[in-house]
């Protein structure tokens, strides 16, 4: 299990994720909202009035539920909102991140 920073344009997220999500966040992540999100039958609560709605957390969700049930990804903790300004400490740096 490796952090991953996570966020949809809020609170940024510290999560444990396996190690494959970690090092192709990306990917797992475009896939989650470009294909996934739009595609799949077990979606459809997210699809609402033509929009998708989605957080962090559904992604760590679908995760849970369709790709790693044996090995769950867990909330760390709450990193707060982007400052902009100062960033990340330096700590969190080399961590993988993305914003939906």
Not at 90 to 96: C, H, L, S
Request: aromatic share 16%.
């Amino acid at each position: 299990m490796k952090p991953v920073i996570l966020s949809a344009d809020s609170e940024r997220m510290l999560y444990s994720v396996p190690d494959v999500v970690a090092e192709h966040l990306r990917e797992y992540c475009l896939e989650f909202c470009s294909k996934w999100l739009p595609e799949s039958p077990d979606a459809a609560p997210y699809r609402q009035n033509g929009c998708l709605c989605y957080t962090e957390a559904d992604f760590i969700a679908y995760l849970n539920k369709y790709l790693f049930p044996d090995e769950p990804s867990v909330l760390i903790r709450n990193l707060g909102f982007p400052d902009y300004e100062s960033g990340l400490p330096k700590e969190y740096d080399a961590i993988p991140r993305f914003n939906f």
